[in-house]
DNA sequence: CTGATTAGATTGGTTGACCAGTTAAAGTAA
DNA sequence: TTACTTTAACTGGTCAACCAATCTAATCAG
């Protein structure tokens, strides 16, 4: 076993995070309630004993998650949602980065296989061709033995391009960076893998392209499961070396 | 027809934007690979003639979605995948926030459906007992006749906690304040659907708490239809604002 | 010539002062 | 007393200077 396993993870907690959960204890102790306007930046920053750059970098965070609304030159709001919905969702910004791998991948399928109906319901002409393309690169590259994983999941992007819902697509995208990272550290397309998956991938554009809905999520989600049931193998051998090393 | 209705939103492309824009062609043209180390802060924000804070700001922001990753006092590098997987990320990270009403709740009932399966599957007792928590909550703010939207998400939230799924959670929670204001804006939840709502929430957790995923996941589906489909009224509303206004 | 050492240039991080717009209180005329 | 105007304090946004860690390259002992 590498001695780097011993390891574990080093929780670093950031100025930022130390803010935000001080800002939930306002909130939470009725010091400041939805609608309200803030504290001005200047004397919340002293009040909490942190340089204003950090105190700013919270707030950003917490606007990024529609928890908090800054009106420049007047002044920044809770948002009008009640208190117990702000506290579920402060204390899970927080740890919002924290994704295991299986989970990671379960989630993509939950979203791929629907991306995939959608698509066959509503994809048009010019979806059609960028599929094509993205899937030729791919072609491309696996014939070539390049690194295919891009490849792979640029095409599986123009599938949630194609289903035409927009939200679908931007969750594509967030968790996108994260599942590049797994699969390119644990090397889960190696092997003959992206020839198999090549194939299942025509199948996959071909279904959408004939418009049969079920026909292309039941193969989207056969073409997921080897991947699923890889990640859950690999979550197991984590939590081993973790649990008793 | 209200006189509101003829303005359409007016689009402002903050400094930010215009940067991550900006550092977008700097990617695709080739000048700035992946694994490349950016050029320091200061003589970037020169070249491209803005603030170094609006630079810093923009670089938190790519940072966020995995595109960037700096180093204390060493130097920001692009982040390692393929740039093709770059260029539809960092040109779809500007308009994240664009998300049409009835994309929204499709995507909500997607995740939805997979977090009652799941938490049929895995939910612990700890579990059952925040959700039931949450739901007297909910059923007390119906019965005294307050705000119901949050209470409702709330559970909604539980729920998708007990799937134990930290991805699938999260990105619940990204979606969670744009529903919040959409169903507030329009309304969606009035007149007696709280009551049937709550019967539905009911049903739902007795089969998460009998472990019985298919009729979870199911209940679940028929419980947010309605909401999908007034959803799916109310774009087309505005989409006929839009067109012929 | 090789290696460690060190001084200086460069990095991202942080701070405090300043800016322009907003707000609300004080002042003033009716 | 009321309604309008003025003004001064306060707001978030911006900027330039400074800090400590880092990296680089010249220097010097061996």
Redesign the pocket.
């Known amino acids: 076993m590498e001695l780097l396993n011993n390891f574990s993870r080093i929780e670093i907690e950031t ?1 930022v995070d130390k803010i935000i959960k001080q800002i939930k204890v306002l909130i939470t102790s009725g010091q400041l309630k939805p609608g309200d ?8 920053c002293e009040k909490l004993g ?5 105190l ?2 919270a ?2 965070k917490l606007e990024f998650y529609g928890i908090l609304k ?7 709001v809770v948002a009008g949602m009640g208190i117990t919905a702000l506290e579920g969702l402060i204390s899970d910004v927080l740890m919002l980065e924290a994704n295991d791998f299986h989970a990671l991948v379960e989630t993509r399928v939950v979203l791929e296989v629907n991306s995939a109906r959608f698509a066959a319901m509503r994809r048009s002409d010019q979806d059609i061709k960028q599929m094509t393309n993205a899937l030729h690169d791919y072609e491309k590259a696996v014939s070539n033995g390049e690194d295919t994983v891009e490849h792979d999941l640029m095409f599986h992007l123009k599938i949630a391009e194609a289903s035409s819902n927009s939200a679908l697509k931007s969750l594509m995208l967030i968790i996108s960076p994260d599942i590049l990272t797994y699969f390119k550290e644990s090397n889960a397309c190696a092997g003959d893998r992206p020839i198999s998956a090549l194939e299942e991938h025509y199948i996959i554009l071909e279904h959408i392209k004939n418009q049969n809905p079920d026909e292309a999520s039941a193969t989207m989600k056969n073409h997921l499961q080897d991947i699923l049931d890889y990640s859950l193998s690999q979550n197991q051998l984590v939590e081993m070396k973790i649990g008793k090393a």
Chains 1, 2 share one sequence.
Do not use: C, W, Y
């Not at 942190?50 to 950090?54: I, K, L, P």
């Not at 800054?70 to 920044?76: D, L």
């Open positions: 100025p306007r803030m504290p001005a930046e200047r004397k919340l942190v340089g204003r750059t950090h700013r970098d707030i950003k800054t009106m420049p030159q007047s002044g920044t």
